[in-house]
């Protein structure tokens, strides 16, 4: 059974007056930690071993020495053989003595189960812990359905292989890397077939995972993903912030188009599928005449997630579309936490978020102000689940 909001509140009693704030130490952990740093908390990341000294070497918060500023924003790392332990019962204790407030990201809810995070992860989370389940493509109520209840365009989907008669992706994860994606194009049933085989027997996808894949038409347009904050703190009409946009960079996708198309031809039969693994993110701006629509989308996108999953959405999420020729967006993918291409800003900030707030305001930054904001309005009740 899920937790109870009532539940989670009652583990704030026993916190300090300055909590830490945490994370899982992949995606979104530097922004996240160097936000919590500005905002004046100190700061946990939890690795998986072996990947620890990026924050716990290169990233440590060290004080001011002679002649020096302080450097980092990690204040402690604690490492575990796999990133899922972390949610032990002793774990979770040990959390809640330290006063951790959780920052969900993609890594959390892609290597801690999600019926884990749901019903047995007793540490307050700020942010959305009942909607991260709709991320997942295979469940029966996702991000797809939330968008089509909120009337937000989205590609239009094949009802399967043998329905192909455009230009489609097909969606799935990674084989191994579950974390990153197994996607493909297509625009028949034979290229379908001919490129699922080969993908097969490289070990790229799995048949299980093919089974259950979306497929669904391609739009043509460049990619743009839209960084949102939304504060339960506000007056409704005030709650919806654009903080920021950006742009993926995929391998080996990116490599190939980067190369003439004689030289695409040459390639092995095993790289002439790309693979859309993100390896990093750009940052973008968008034409002020298309903002009007991408706010109307956000607005949208609340207000069913507060209908839909009550409380709705707390904090950061991501709508990430392509735009038509037209200018029209298309929302082909949702983050219901902190997107994975924030750490472009760190304290730089946001192009729209510095706007709004006239300093450099990233998205690691607006989550610890929050925060901050709720300690001295004593609400932080209702930005944590």
Same mark, same amino acid.
């Given at each position: 059974?899920?937790?109870?909001?009532?539940?989670?509140?009652?583990?704030?009693?026993?916190?300090?007056?300055?909590?830490?704030?945490?994370?899982?130490?992949?995606?979104?952990? *530097?922004?996240? =930690?160097?936000?919590?740093?500005?905002? $004046? !908390?100190? @700061?946990?990341?939890?690795? +998986?071993?072996? #990947?620890?000294?990026?924050?716990?070497?290169?990233?440590?918060?060290?004080?001011?020495?002679?002649?020096?500023?302080?450097?980092?924003?990690?204040?402690?790392?604690?490492?575990?053989?796999?990133?899922?332990?972390?949610?032990?019962?002793?774990?979770?204790?040990?959390?809640?003595?330290?006063?951790?407030?959780?920052?969900?990201?993609?890594?959390?809810?892609?290597?801690?189960?999600?019926?884990?995070?749901?019903?047995?992860?007793?540490?307050?989370?700020?942010?959305?812990?009942?909607?991260?389940?709709?991320?997942?493509?295979?469940?029966?109520?996702?991000?797809?359905?939330?968008?089509?209840?909120?009337?937000?365009?989205?590609?239009?989907?094949?009802?399967?292989?043998?329905?192909?008669?455009?230009?489609?992706?097909?969606? *799935?994860?990674? =084989?191994?890397?579950?974390?990153?994606? $197994? !996607?493909? @194009?297509?625009?028949?049933? +034979?290229?379908? #077939?001919?490129?699922?085989?080969?993908?097969?027997?490289?070990?790229?996808?799995?048949?299980?995972?093919?089974?259950?894949?979306?497929?669904?038409?391609?739009?043509?347009?460049?990619?743009?993903?839209?960084?949102?904050?939304?504060?339960?703190?506000?007056?409704?009409?005030?709650?919806?912030?654009?903080?920021?946009?950006?742009?993926?960079?995929?391998?080996?996708?990116?490599?190939?188009?980067?190369?003439?198309?004689?030289?695409?031809?040459?390639?092995?039969?095993?790289?002439?599928?790309?693979?859309?693994?993100?390896?990093?993110?750009?940052?973008?701006?968008?034409?002020?005449?298309?903002?009007?629509?991408?706010?109307?989308?956000?607005?949208?996108?609340?207000?069913?997630?507060?209908?839909?999953?009550?409380?709705?959405?707390?904090?950061?999420?991501?709508?990430?579309?392509?735009?038509?020729?037209?200018?029209?967006?298309?929302?082909?993918?949702?983050?219901?936490?902190?997107?994975?291409?924030?750490?472009?800003?760190?304290?730089?900030?946001?192009?729209?978020?510095?706007?709004?707030?006239?300093?450099?305001?990233?998205?690691?930054?607006?989550?610890?102000?929050?925060?901050?904001?709720?300690?001295?309005?004593?609400?932080?009740?209702?930005?944590?689940?």
């Amino acid at each position: 059974m899920p937790l109870g909001p009532d539940e989670i509140r009652g583990l704030l009693d026993s916190y300090p007056d300055r909590p830490w704030v945490g994370a899982v130490g992949s995606h979104s952990a *530097l922004d996240i =930690a160097d936000g919590a740093r500005q905002e $004046g !908390f100190s @700061t946990l990341v939890l690795s +998986e071993r072996g #990947r620890e000294e990026t924050y716990s070497r290169y990233f440590a918060a060290r004080p001011a020495a002679p002649g020096r500023s302080a450097r980092g924003c990690v204040n402690e790392v604690w490492t575990y053989p796999r990133f899922r332990d972390l949610a032990a019962a002793a774990e979770q204790d040990r959390l809640r003595r330290r006063g951790v407030l959780f920052v969900p990201n993609r890594a959390l809810s892609s290597y801690v189960p999600i019926p884990t995070i749901e019903s047995e992860f007793r540490v307050p989370m700020i942010g959305s812990r009942s909607m991260l389940r709709i991320e997942e493509r295979s469940e029966r109520e996702n991000y797809y359905t939330l968008l089509e209840s909120a009337h937000i365009p989205i590609p239009r989907p094949i009802g399967g292989p043998h329905s192909i008669d455009r230009l489609v992706m097909v969606k *799935l994860p990674h =084989a191994i890397r579950r974390l990153e994606r $197994g !996607f493909f @194009t297509a625009s028949s049933f +034979e290229e379908y #077939r001919r490129k699922s085989d080969q993908l097969l027997a490289q070990g790229t996808i799995a048949r299980d995972d093919l089974v259950t894949a979306r497929i669904e038409e391609y739009v043509l347009g460049p990619v743009f993903n839209f960084n949102f904050f939304f504060s339960p703190l506000a007056p409704r009409a005030e709650g919806l912030e654009l903080l920021g946009v950006d742009e993926r960079r995929e391998s080996n996708l990116d490599g190939m188009v980067r190369l003439p198309a004689a030289q695409q031809l040459e390639l092995p039969d095993e790289m002439r599928i790309p693979e859309y693994t993100v390896v990093g993110h750009g940052s973008l701006t968008v034409r002020e005449s298309v903002l009007e629509e991408v706010f109307r989308l956000g607005e949208k996108f609340v207000d069913a997630s507060r209908s839909r999953y009550p409380p709705g959405i707390i904090g950061p999420f991501c709508l990430q579309t392509c735009i038509d020729r037209n200018a029209k967006p298309t929302v082909f993918d949702v983050a219901v936490r902190i997107g994975g291409g924030t750490n472009i800003h760190l304290a730089l900030g946001h192009p729209y978020g510095n706007a709004l707030y006239h300093e450099p305001m990233s998205t690691g930054r607006r989550i610890a102000r929050e925060i901050r904001l709720a300690l001295e309005t004593r609400r932080l009740r209702e930005i944590i689940t």
